[in-house]
């Protein structure tokens, strides 16, 4: 059974930084690409960043470029993403999601940041 | 990267069909036959109910159908059960290698 476990959330002031991680099992974690989408609350789905297998090709949406980074660590099937200079806007729920056919074919529990003073 | 545009709500009675639409353009959804629909109960993780357009991954309903015309997709929920009230999201690959959502629609079951 394919299990995606985030954390790493919590409170951080605007301008912090802090680093999700999500733990794969169930699977080969090194032959799937893997991807972060949030969800503020009360809003919608946002894809945040996605990474290849090997990690050699990241993609970013244009509202985290330059502050978000994902890596991947392949030999402890773990998936991470490194946010720093955060803001108010990206207080939501991170889930980590395993892509398959280019959709996000199984999902986490998520985690919650909250980005306030 | 504009979201997708989705209904924000559609409703239907038990038994009948409703269908989500989900409109991008040719950088998107026209352009690639990935799109896939997500269902998210509230508090939930979203699930894939449909993958490249019209394929179901296995454990999902039959009920479930997608298909795309153009710019436009779309997410047919047949035999509408009390069960299928939830939020649907639609997402495409992109031509930046990225993804998009759709903004979301809330279906309610009367």
């Known amino acids: 059974e394919v299990q995606l476990v985030e954390s790493g959330g919590g409170l951080v002031q605007p301008g912090g930084s802090l680093r999700l991680s999500c733990a794969a099992s169930?699977?080969?974690?090194?032959?799937?690409?893997m991807h972060w989408v949030r969800q503020a609350p009360g809003k919608g789905l946002v894809w945040v960043s996605g990474?290849?297998?090997?990690?050699?090709?990241?993609n970013y949406a244009d509202s985290v470029k330059g502050r978000f980074t994902i890596s991947r660590d392949n030999a402890k099937n773990t998936l991470y993403l490194q946010m720093n200079s955060l803001r108010a806007e990206d207080t939501a729920v991170y889930y980590c999601?395993?892509?398959?056919?280019?959709?996000?074919?199984?999902w986490g529990q998520g985690t919650l940041v909250t980005v306030s003073s | 990267q504009s979201a997708l545009t989705q209904p924000a709500s559609v409703s239907g009675s038990p038994g009948q069909s409703i269908t989500i639409s989900c409109t991008g353009t040719?950088?998107?959804?026209?352009?690639?036959?990935?799109v896939s629909w997500y269902q998210q109960y509230p508090g939930k993780a979203p699930k894939v109910m449909i993958y490249?357009?019209?394929s179901r991954p296995s454990g999902v309903s039959n009920r479930f159908s997608g298909s795309k015309s153009g710019n436009t997709a779309s997410l047919t929920i047949s035999g509408l059960q009390a069960e299928d009230e939830a939020d649907y999201y639609c997402?495409?690959?992109?031509?930046?290698?990225?993804?998009?959502f759709g903004g979301g629609t809330k279906l309610t079951v009367l």
């Open positions: 999601a395993r892509g398959q056919t280019k959709s996000a074919y199984d």
């Open positions: 169930g699977f080969t974690f090194r032959t799937y690409g």
């Open positions: 990474i290849k297998t090997d990690g050699s090709s990241t």
């Open positions: 040719s950088s998107d959804v026209g352009g690639y036959n990935y």
């Open positions: 490249e357009v019209s």
């Open positions: 997402s495409s690959f992109t031509s930046s290698s990225t993804w998009v």
